[in-house]
């Protein structure tokens, strides 16, 4: 995996770091501000899975991206 530094802007939210198979490192998972208030009632699950995501996500360069499963608590 190629080593990359992202800036987080100010407003997102730091919600953990993530093991990733390939990694040396834990790759740090953030949302927004607003995104985390939707989610607040609801448990999530974060997975890092072949694939092009939308936006943002893990896939560049390295052919990843970030799935997300919830359910209401």
Avoid: C, N
Avoid at 7 to 25: I, K, N, Y
Avoid at 56 to 73: C, D, H, K, T
């Amino acid at each position: 995996m190629t080593e990359r530094v992202a800036q987080t802007p100010a407003a997102d939210v730091h919600l953990g770091d993530l093991a990733v198979p390939g990694s040396e490192e834990p790759i740090g998972f953030s949302m927004s501000g607003s995104q985390d208030e939707y989610w607040k009632h609801k448990h999530l699950t974060v997975d890092v899975v072949e694939g092009r995501g939308s936006g943002f996500s893990v896939e560049a360069p390295e052919g990843m991206r970030f799935l997300i499963r919830s359910r209401l608590l």
